[in-house]
């Protein structure tokens, strides 16, 4: 998964230097926190089953049962043995480092088990912060940090490379991390300080730099990634002595072998493998090849399993590059490596066991087991085998027991043929939706980014009934229930076969729109209900206007007064009543007449950010609450006419209602945002006269800002959607 995907990096000014050390967790600029809730909350995420891009996965060489897991942009986790789930290891990350979210690299230390490194950094774009290395003498259960001076890429192109982090198999103190940008940085300390250190090649500000560092016997190759596939430029280099660093001779050339994407060493045979691209992935790659260097001799062979560039059965060409690798610690000359981008024929693992003189495709005999995570069809009749596949690790104590990452999963067998999804406590959705339905099974509909919309009926199950269908969504942009007739619900979205559809049961099962507006395939926004079901409002971005519907989309009519861009939202009682905020003039519009027509209210207000969030409160008229970031949180109970400004809090990005406290009148609101100096997950029982903050510094989960939502039948619960941590929820512990 890519939420913000970005296909091109910007410049990065300055060099690798020493970093200060500090302590996790901390957030930037806290003051003294809110008072908690009494007894706390328990936390835990609405499970929906991975849901993301699974970058890196990396079994430890010498404890049994112990590995790690990366992501893209949701973080790092521990796999635990005893309960055959997954523990995440970076919620403590706060709002002001969501760029830590992204992981760009994993390392562990052979001799001492309980040491594991991370690299963090999600963007290498200017806007972006600085990368940090995690390092834990626990196994991820505490850390301290390091900050460092130059930018990581743990979502960008080439983040399913490496890996980038390694314990120097001559010395535990030692550390290398290679950057995109920054060139080669080394640690003499266990990664408490780094400095640049000389590399033959040289960086630059637009490309890969080094994709992967591997330990083979005493000596450390380093995969660099912005070679031209000629002998002028290589791609691969070694270092012996921990100093002295040289292009490795006789290395394969062209453009198959442009991109060492990762790398395996055998150390029975004193093999290492290495997989080639054309391009660092996961996007991108046409050709690719596997190659073996004999480090006793410096010999090279060739042992690309299938190459790419053969025909396909519908007259294509079945372009691919190679991703994944791992060996057997045990039996020698057993490897498995993976295509990617493979889209024709899709990806899949090949296997040897002879060092690579004959591979079979572990696909061709494959059964998939999606019945724990039933959204991994796709809307299909069955799952695909993968894509995306970047990730593979073999278990060194169990030669069967092989797992590949994808896309939007981990796939694991023990048998070699029968897989099943091993995701079990990772979930990495990036969440843009939030409903929690007054009545009905479900107590959450959400939509996410690449998967759509899903209806819970359970929070600690992924969906019986997967992603919604009929039409399938990539990414969900709007999603609706309307007030008064809550069996009602629509969402919008970017599909192949229609972009918005409407569900008569709760959001069980969906019907694509009868028509839509030419627009919304190329640009589908939000979209809005009314109280009762008999109008629709769709927004389809600042260059154009948005549309009604009055007769469940089968026809549609432009609204030349709403404000283009601008989230439709519906009164939830008076079904004539509309509400949008326009952020471009800063001025709240409102129609009473079914959104026919939208006339300028409140108007002075703060402009130039899409994300300001306006909602309205369940069960009355008029009654709406503006959030504008860190302009504050405004109050209007007159329809918009006026605002007010909320004096009990400085920042608001989302907010959301659930059930009244007990003897409260008012329904309990839930707030991301700052009462004090941080933002926090906070809830008022009191009408937002005072606020309760609601989650601690071990949950944070970075950026926190599209939706909240409480649940309007149990007091106290919350949704919180996460970028890159799924949905959230919380309850009090009583």
């Given at each position: 998964?890519?939420?913000?995907?970005?296909?091109?990096?910007?410049?990065?000014?300055?060099?690798?230097?020493?970093?200060?050390?500090?302590?996790?967790?901390?957030?930037?600029?806290?003051?003294?926190?809110?008072?908690p809730?009494?007894?706390?909350?328990?936390?835990?995420?609405?499970?929906?089953?991975?849901t993301?891009?699974?970058t890196?996965?990396?079994?430890?060489?010498?404890v049994?049962?112990?590995a790690?897991?990366?992501?893209?942009?949701?973080?790092?986790?521990r796999?635990?043995?005893?309960?055959?789930?997954?523990?995440?290891?970076?919620?403590h990350?706060?709002?002001?480092?969501?760029?830590?979210?992204?992981?760009?690299?994993?390392?562990?230390?052979p001799?001492?088990?309980?040491?594991?490194?991370?690299?963090?950094?999600?963007?290498a774009q200017?806007?972006?912060?600085?990368g940090?290395?995690?390092?834990?003498?626990?196994?991820?259960?505490?850390?301290?940090?390091?900050?460092?001076?130059?930018?990581?890429?743990?979502?960008?192109?080439?983040?399913?490379?490496g890996?980038?982090?390694?314990?120097?198999p001559?010395?535990?103190?030692?550390?290398?991390?290679g950057?995109?940008?920054?060139?080669?940085?080394?640690?003499?300390?266990?990664?408490?300080?780094?400095?640049?250190?000389?590399?033959?090649?040289?960086p630059?500000?637009?490309?890969?730099g080094?994709?992967?560092?591997v330990?083979?016997?005493?000596?450390?190759?380093?995969?660099?990634g912005?070679?031209?596939?000629?002998?002028?430029?290589?791609?691969?280099?070694?270092?012996?002595?921990?100093?002295?660093?040289?292009a490795?001779?006789?290395?394969?050339?062209?453009?198959?072998?442009?991109?060492?994407?990762?790398a395996?060493?055998?150390?029975?045979?004193r093999?290492?493998?290495?997989?080639?691209a054309?391009?660092?992935?996961?996007?991108?790659q046409?050709?690719g090849?596997?190659?073996?260097?004999?480090?006793?001799?410096?010999?090279?062979?060739?042992?690309?399993?299938?190459?790419?560039?053969?025909?396909?059965?519908d007259?294509?060409?079945?372009?691919?590059?190679y991703g994944g690798?791992?060996?057997?610690?045990?039996?020698?000359?057993?490897?498995v490596v993976?295509?990617?981008?493979?889209?024709?024929?899709?990806?899949?693992?090949?296997?040897?066991?002879?060092?690579?003189?004959?591979w079979?495709?572990?696909?061709?005999?494959?059964?998939?087991?999606?019945?724990?995570?039933?959204?991994?069809?796709?809307?299909?009749?069955?799952?695909?085998?993968?894509?995306?596949?970047?990730?593979?690790?073999?278990d060194?104590?169990?030669?069967?027991?092989?797992?590949?990452?994808?896309?939007?999963?981990?796939?694991?067998?023990?048998?070699?043929k029968?897989?099943?999804?091993?995701?079990?406590?990772?979930?990495?959705?990036?969440?843009?939706?939030?409903?929690?339905?007054?009545?009905?099974?479900?107590?959450?509909?959400?939509g996410?980014?690449?998967i759509?919309?899903?209806?819970?009926?359970?929070?600690?199950?992924?969906?019986?009934?997967g992603m919604?269908?009929?039409p399938?969504?990539?990414?969900?942009?709007?999603?609706?229930l309307?007030?008064?007739k809550?069996?009602y619900?629509?969402?919008?979205?970017?599909?192949d076969?229609g972009?918005?559809?409407?569900?008569?049961?709760?959001?069980?099962?969906?019907?694509?729109?009868e028509?839509q507006?030419?627009?919304?395939?190329?640009a589908?926004?939000?979209?809005?209900?009314?109280?009762?079901?008999?109008?629709?409002?769709?927004?389809?971005?600042?260059?154009?206007?948005?549309?009604r519907?009055?007769?469940?989309?089968?026809?549609?009519?432009?609204?030349?007064?709403?404000?283009?861009?601008?989230?439709?939202?519906?009164?939830?009682?008076?079904?004539?009543?509309?509400?949008?905020?326009?952020?471009?003039?800063?001025?709240?519009?409102?129609?009473?007449?079914?959104?026919?027509t939208?006339?300028?209210?409140?108007t002075?207000?703060s402009?130039?950010d899409?994300?300001?969030?306006?909602v309205?409160?369940?069960?009355?008229?008029?009654?709406?609450?503006?959030?504008?970031?860190g302009?504050?949180?405004?109050?209007?109970?007159?329809?918009?006419?006026?605002?007010?400004?909320?004096?009990?809090?400085?920042a608001?990005?989302?907010?959301?209602?659930?059930?009244?406290?007990?003897?409260?009148s008012?329904?309990?609101?839930?707030m991301?945002?700052?009462?004090?100096?941080?933002?926090?997950v906070?809830?008022s029982?009191?009408?937002?006269?005072?606020?309760?903050?609601?989650?601690?510094d071990?949950?944070?989960?970075g950026?926190?800002?599209?939706?909240?939502?409480?649940?309007?039948?149990?007091y106290?619960?919350?949704?919180?959607a996460?970028?890159g941590?799924?949905?959230?929820?919380?309850?009090?512990?009583?």
């Amino acid at each position: 998964m890519s939420a913000f995907h970005l296909s091109r990096r910007s410049v990065l000014a300055g060099t690798a230097a020493v970093a200060a050390v500090a302590s996790l967790p901390s957030v930037q600029g806290q003051a003294a926190a809110v008072t908690p809730a009494k007894g706390g909350y328990r936390w835990r995420n609405a499970v929906q089953g991975g849901t993301g891009f699974i970058t890196g996965v990396l079994f430890h060489p010498s404890v049994r049962g112990l590995a790690y897991l990366r992501t893209d942009i949701g973080g790092a986790y521990r796999w635990d043995d005893r309960t055959d789930r997954w523990i995440p290891l970076t919620d403590h990350l706060g709002w002001d480092d969501w760029n830590l979210l992204g992981v760009e690299a994993m390392a562990v230390d052979p001799a001492h088990p309980d040491r594991v490194y991370l690299s963090l950094g999600t963007y290498a774009q200017s806007w972006a912060g600085n990368g940090a290395v995690l390092r834990s003498e626990d196994r991820g259960a505490t850390w301290k940090r390091t900050d460092l001076t130059v930018k990581l890429g743990a979502n960008e192109d080439g983040r399913g490379c490496g890996e980038r982090l390694l314990v120097d198999p001559r010395d535990s103190d030692t550390l290398w991390l290679g950057t995109r940008h920054d060139g080669l940085l080394k640690s003499t300390d266990r990664g408490a300080t780094w400095k640049a250190v000389s590399f033959p090649a040289a960086p630059s500000a637009t490309g890969q730099g080094i994709t992967l560092l591997v330990a083979a016997g005493r000596s450390v190759y380093a995969g660099w990634g912005d070679s031209d596939g000629t002998t002028g430029r290589p791609s691969l280099y070694r270092t012996a002595d921990g100093t002295t660093w040289e292009a490795v001779p006789g290395q394969p050339t062209g453009t198959a072998a442009k991109v060492p994407v990762r790398a395996a060493y055998d150390r029975h045979t004193r093999e290492l493998y290495v997989t080639y691209a054309d391009a660092p992935g996961p996007n991108g790659q046409s050709d690719g090849s596997v190659h073996k260097l004999r480090t006793a001799n410096g010999k090279w062979s060739e042992v690309t399993p299938v190459k790419p560039g053969g025909a396909t059965s519908d007259g294509g060409t079945d372009s691919f590059g190679y991703g994944g690798v791992a060996v057997d610690a045990r039996d020698p000359g057993t490897v498995v490596v993976s295509t990617n981008n493979r889209w024709s024929l899709v990806d899949t693992l090949y296997r040897t066991t002879d060092g690579g003189r004959t591979w079979t495709s572990l696909k061709d005999r494959a059964v998939l087991d999606v019945s724990e995570t039933p959204y991994l069809t796709f809307g299909a009749d069955k799952p695909k085998f993968g894509w995306w596949i970047q990730a593979v690790g073999l278990d060194p104590y169990d030669s069967r027991h092989v797992v590949y990452g994808t896309g939007a999963t981990l796939y694991g067998t023990r048998d070699l043929k029968h897989w099943a999804p091993q995701i079990r406590g990772v979930e990495e959705a990036s969440v843009r939706q939030l409903i929690s339905p007054p009545t009905g099974t479900a107590h959450l509909l959400s939509g996410s980014g690449d998967i759509g919309v899903m209806y819970h009926e359970r929070l600690t199950a992924s969906p019986s009934r997967g992603m919604a269908s009929n039409p399938v969504f990539g990414s969900a942009t709007g999603l609706s229930l309307a007030a008064a007739k809550p069996s009602y619900v629509v969402r919008a979205g970017w599909g192949d076969h229609g972009n918005g559809a409407f569900s008569n049961d709760g959001g069980k099962t969906w019907a694509p729109f009868e028509a839509q507006p030419d627009v919304a395939e190329s640009a589908p926004g939000p979209i809005a209900t009314n109280a009762d079901g008999s109008v629709l409002l769709w927004s389809f971005g600042t260059a154009n206007p948005g549309y009604r519907s009055a007769d469940n989309g089968a026809g549609w009519s432009e609204v030349a007064s709403f404000p283009k861009g601008a989230a439709p939202i519906a009164d939830p009682v008076d079904p004539a009543r509309f509400y949008a905020y326009d952020t471009t003039t800063g001025t709240l519009f409102a129609s009473t007449d079914g959104g026919l027509t939208f006339t300028a209210r409140a108007t002075g207000l703060s402009t130039g950010d899409s994300e300001f969030q306006l909602v309205a409160a369940p069960g009355r008229s008029g009654d709406l609450w503006l959030s504008l970031k860190g302009n504050g949180l405004y109050r209007s109970t007159d329809g918009g006419a006026t605002l007010a400004k909320v004096s009990s809090c400085h920042a608001s990005h989302t907010l959301g209602f659930g059930k009244a406290a007990g003897g409260a009148s008012y329904p309990a609101i839930y707030m991301v945002g700052a009462v004090e100096s941080f933002n926090a997950v906070h809830r008022s029982d009191d009408e937002a006269k005072t606020w309760t903050r609601i989650n601690d510094d071990r949950h944070q989960w970075g950026w926190t800002g599209a939706a909240i939502t409480g649940d309007p039948r149990v007091y106290g619960r919350v949704f919180v959607a996460t970028n890159g941590r799924g949905v959230q929820y919380g309850e009090p512990v009583r």
